[in-house]
C-alpha cells in the first residue's frame, strides 16, 4: 500500500520546480496501517510559499484514492538530514585473515609473525601485518619503521590510513601512533576503538594473506576482532614448557567456541631447541621437550612444526628484518610451516 501511496504524490508536482514531489525527495515518510495513512512532506525551503497548496493537494489525492481511510499529510520544513555514506571496511579487499596468537607473553608470537609473513612473501603472495598488540606493539621495531608517521587518504569521501610498507610487506600497527617512551595507559573501551580504526580504516592493497598479530591471552581485543571481521583461521604459538601450553589450550578452546567458530590451523613450538654452531649435532631442549606438539594430538589439532633457538632470529628483529630473509637455515623451518598453513587455510575455509 506504501508504494501506492507514494505513486499518488508523484503526481503532484512543485509549482515552482516543476517535479514532483516524490522524485525532489519531499516525502519524508508514508505509512499505513489500522485504516489510517499518514504522510510527512519535508521542504527544503523554510516558510515555502506552496507548502500550503501541496499539503491540500495531497490530502485530496490520498483521500479519493483511499476513501475509507483517515488521510493526514503533515509538514516539516528543513532539509532531510543526509545519513552520512556507510564506511566499507578496508578489510574487504583482503583474500585471507589469519589470527596468530599465543596464551601467554614470551613465546616470540611476535617474531614468528614477522616471520611468517616473510616467508609467505617469498612463496610469492601478498602479504600484510596489523598488529593488534595495543598495549606492546612491537612490530615497528621488527621490520626497521619505528618513525613512519602514517598519511591519510580519501576514498569515496571517507578518510583512510595508509600502512607503512618494508620489502613489499604492508603493515599497520598503533605503535605508529604512539612514540616509543610513551606509556600508554587506555581503559579498554579506547584500546577498542582505536584497534576497530587500523581494522577498518587502513588501506590494504589487495592482500593474499593479512596476518593479525595478536596480544598475549584471551581478552577484550580478541573479542572485538573476532566481532568485528571475518576470521579465515588461528595460528597458535607456544614454547614447549608446560606453563605456556597450559595456555595454549584456553587460546584454542576461544578459537573453538560455538559463538566464535574460527578454524585454528594449526599450532607452533617455538624456541623448541638450542643447537650450537660448533656442535652441529647436538639439541639442547631448554625450555622441555614436545609440550606442544604433545598437546596438539591430543586436541586434534594440526601441529605446524618446531623452530629452534637461532641467534640470527634474535638479531634479525633486533635490525629490522626477519631472519628469514638472511639465513637459509631458519628459512627452511619458516617455509615448513608456512606450506602447512596455506594448505590447512584451503583446507577449512
Known amino acids: 500500500m506504501e ?20 522524485e525532489s525527495g519531499m516525502v519524508d515518510s508514508v505509512s499505513a496501517a489500522d485504516g489510517k495513512v499518514t504522510v510527512v ?38 532539509a532531510p538530514k543526509q545519513q552520512p555514506p556507510k564506511r566499507e571496511s578496508a578489510t574487504k579487499s583482503v583474500g585471507k585473515i589469519i589470527a596468530v596468537a599465543s596464551g601467554k607473553g614470551g613465546v ?19 602479504v600484510g601485518i596489523l598488529d593488534a598488540d595495543i598495549y606492546g606493539p612491537s612490530q615497528p621495531k621488527m621490520f626497521g619503521l619505528e618513525g613512519y608517521a602514517p598519511d591519510a587518504v580519501q576514498r569515496d569521501g571517507m578518510d583512510y590510513i595508509v600502512p607503512a610498507r618494508s620489502a ?13 617512551d610513551d606509556a600508554l595507559m587506555w581503559r579498554g573501551a579506547m584500546a577498542t576503538n582505536a584497534l576497530k580504526q587500523l581494522l577498518h580504516q587502513t588501506m590494504w592493497g589487495g592482500l593474499d594473506f593479512l596476518l593479525i598479530d595478536m596480544p598475549p591471552g584471551t581478552g577484550d581485543i580478541h573479542l572485538t576482532i573476532i566481532s568485528e571481521i571475518r576470521l579465515d583461521g588461528a595460528v597458535i ?9 597450559a595456555d595454549v589450550v584456553r587460546g584454542v578452546e576461544m578459537f573453538r567456541h560455538e559463538q566464535v567458530k574460527v578454524p585454528v590451523l594449526g599450532v607452533i613450538e617455538n624456541m623448541a631447541w638450542f643447537t650450537p654452531k660448533e656442535l652441529p649435532e647436538n639439541r639442547y631442549y631448554i625450555f622441555g621437550h614436545g609440550g606442544a606438539r604433545a598437546y596438539a594430538e591430543q586436541a586434534g589439532v594440526p ?27 631458519v628459512e627452511g623451518y619458516y617455509r615448513e610451516i608456512a606450506e602447512k598453513i596455506v594448505h590447512n587455510t584451503v583446507e577449512k575455509c
Not at 604459538?237 to 601450553?245: D, E, L, M, N
Not at 601441529?303 to 637455515?329: A, C, K, N
Request: charged residues 25%; without cysteine.
Open 3 to 22: 508504494s501506492e501511496i507514494r505513486s499518488v504524490l508523484a503526481r503532484i508536482a512543485h509549482p515552482e520546480t516543476g517535479r514532483d514531489i516524490a
Open 41 to 78: 512532506l519535508r521542504f527544503p525551503k523554510a516558510r515555502d510559499p506552496f507548502a500550503a497548496r501541496i499539503r491540500m493537494q495531497a490530502e485530496q489525492a490520498l483521500k479519493e484514492r483511499f476513501p475509507e481511510a483517515q488521510v493526514t499529510v503533515a509538514i516539516k520544513e528543513g
Open 108 to 126: 616470540g608470537k611476535s617474531t614468528v609473525t614477522a616471520n611468517l609473513a616473510a616467508t609467505l612473501r617469498d612463496m610469492g603472495y601478498r
Open 168 to 180: 613489499e610487506i604492508e603493515l599497520m600497527s598503533i605503535g605508529f601512533f604512539i612514540r616509543p
Open 237 to 245: 604459538v607456544s614454547t614447549p614448557q608446560q606453563v605456556a601450553v
Open 303 to 329: 601441529f605446524l612444526g618446531e623452530i629452534p633457538i637461532v641467534q640470527s632470529i634474535m638479531e634479525g628483529s633486533e635490525q629490522g628484518r626477519p631472519s628469514v630473509s638472511t639465513d637459509p637455515y
